[in-house]
């Protein structure tokens, strides 16, 4: 019989940032970035994932209602020292869980990696600020550590919306409301929560997800109407974040949109983890800053990826990190193996690397 209570010490103490619950597999853990099974659980049968549907409903008729809906349910559980957010879908006649260990309190800001200029720039009192990342990425880690960092040195309302919540905050020097975007939470879903936020009298809205049209919309109305707006996206770069951006929206719009963007935008971050040279998890950020440069190669009739990715490079000395120089640095500082840096850009900038990482090396030296 599953106890998911002995699988939860067994991850903590392994330091699991994941959990998955898959029918004939034993637990699996995701520690440090590898997969591994569990070492005190048997494989799973049909009856273990029908008690630990059991045991994170507690008995929930809306939340039941929900799953055999869509077939998928997001929740949240807290345990000892963490909270878990909880994702429960279908595979082969079961549910299967996948469970994101969120441990209770945040890393110092400086300890993360992140460049110093994400966090002087959510000083500004209005504009838009995205952190963006694949999944397992650490923008949830970012996005709170910045807003544990502003809650400790400003006097401001931060209001947050998250599906679900995963780091709770303590009012400090700011007042902190979270809502929890979903069936069973505060709000129905992010756009709502972004409209009705304008009338909640906040100086920072936090938006967990920004996956449509609308709830973009509803972000930049609330940047433009005079306030911070911080917020994530999938995305795999700064250049890509804003080719998405604009195609959420049709092409007889895109002009106008664009001038919205390159106006309300103060900065991107693209994040992605690494497992690092001594088995740890290493950030390799990428940065940009929105100057004039970068808000006209935003504007233009058309788009270009490498042209505004060229100006995120020439543009160091306003702040921006371009992910060449980003990857680059992490080696020098034998954070990253040689192979790792070059995995993780194409093959056409291979040598635009290595000439990267020869500059870096004769400057250090």
């Given amino acids: 019989m599953l106890s998911i209570d002995k699988l939860l010490d067994e991850a903590i103490e392994r330091d699991a940032s994941d959990i998955h619950l898959i029918k004939g597999q034993k637990p699996i853990l995701r520690v440090a970035r590898e997969l591994v099974p ?102 949830t880690t970012t996005l709170n550590a910045l807003i544990n960092e502003i809650n400790e040195t400003t006097n401001k309302k931060i209001l947050t919306l998250e599906k679900p919540i995963e780091f709770k905050h303590t009012c400090k020097k700011s007042i902190i409301v979270q809502k929890e975007v979903g069936m069973d ?46 917020g994530t996206l999938h995305t795999k770069s700064c250049a890509e974040t804003i080719d998405r951006m604009i195609n959420f929206y049709e092409v007889r719009d895109q002009a106008s949109i664009k001038y919205l963007i390159s106006a309300l935008l103060k900065l991107v971050i693209s994040q992605r983890l690494l497992r690092g040279i001594d088995g740890k998890l290493v950030l390799l950020p990428e940065v940009m800053v929105v100057d004039n440069i970068i808000a006209g190669c935003i504007r233009k009739e058309k788009f270009s990826v490498s042209e505004l990715e060229d100006a995120i490079q020439s543009g160091i000395d306003k702040g921006n990190i371009s992910l060449i120089n980003a990857i680059a640095r992490l080696f020098v500082d034998d954070k990253i193996t040689l192979q790792q840096a070059k995995d993780q850009i194409e093959e056409k900038n291979i040598e635009i690397l290595n000439r990267t990482i020869m500059q870096m090396k004769i400057k250090k030296n």
């Fill in 38 to 139: 569990s070492e005190i659980c048997d494989v799973l049968e049909d009856t273990d994932l029908y008690d630990a549907y059991d045991f994170f409903l507690k008995g929930s008729v809306s939340k039941d209602e929900v799953y055999k809906k869509y077939k998928k349910l997001d929740t949240a559980y807290e345990y000892k020292t963490i909270r878990l957010r909880v994702n429960i879908s279908s595979a082969d006649e079961a549910p299967t869980f996948t469970m994101r260990l969120i441990k209770n309190s945040l890393p110092a800001f400086n300890d993360l990696g992140v460049p110093d200029i994400v966090r002087r720039m959510t000083m500004q009192p209005q504009g838009l600020i995205l952190v963006t990342g694949k999944t397992n990425s650490g923008k």
């Fill in 185 to 230: 939470g505060d709000v129905l879903d992010f756009r709502d929560g972004v409209k009705n936020s304008l009338r909640e009298d906040c100086d920072i809205l936090v938006i967990g997800e920004i996956r449509d049209k609308e709830t973009m919309e509803a972000a930049i109305d609330m940047a433009e109407s005079g306030h911070l707006v911080i």
